[in-house]
Nanobody, 119 residues
Framework: QVQLVESGGGLVPAGGSLRLSCVASGFAFSIFDLTWDRQAPGRQRELVATFTSSGIATYGDSVKGRFTISRDNTKNTVYLQMNSLKSDDTAVYYC?????????????WGQGTQVTVSS
């Protein structure tokens, strides 16, 4: 059974930090590209950061220089270190794993973790 379980969300004051974790199971984690996405109330889901299976990290413009994505394939876990948090970072954060295999896209989502930044 495929599972992605996020944790680490919570309430933090503006300027603070949080570290999100997402533990995966049930699939070949190391060959999947991983992303963190977020969705705030009334807004579209936004791609925050990506860490590919080949080791490349990329970020959305709104989080560059503040957030860091990393992965530990030995623990089947992807992390999102969030620093200098702003009220605009308030959202539900989701981890995602995806891979194109033999012409078929495999994609899995976690249930999300709430991050609330107080101003």
């Amino acid at each position: 059974q495929v599972q992605l379980v996020e944790s680490g969300g919570g309430l933090v004051p503006a300027g603070g930090s949080l570290r999100l974790s997402c533990v995966a199971s049930g699939f070949a984690f190391s060959i999947f590209d991983l992303t963190w996405d977020r969705q705030a109330p009334g807004r579209q889901r936004e791609l925050v950061a990506t860490f590919t299976s080949s080791g490349i990290a990329t970020y959305g413009d709104s989080v560059k220089g503040r957030f860091t994505i990393s992965r530990d394939n030995t623990k089947n876990t992807v992390y999102l270190q969030m620093n200098s948090l702003k009220s605009d970072d308030t959202a539900v954060y989701y981890c995602n794993a995806h891979r194109l295999l033999a012409g078929r896209r495999f994609e899995y989502w976690g249930q999300g973790t709430q991050v609330t930044v107080s101003s």
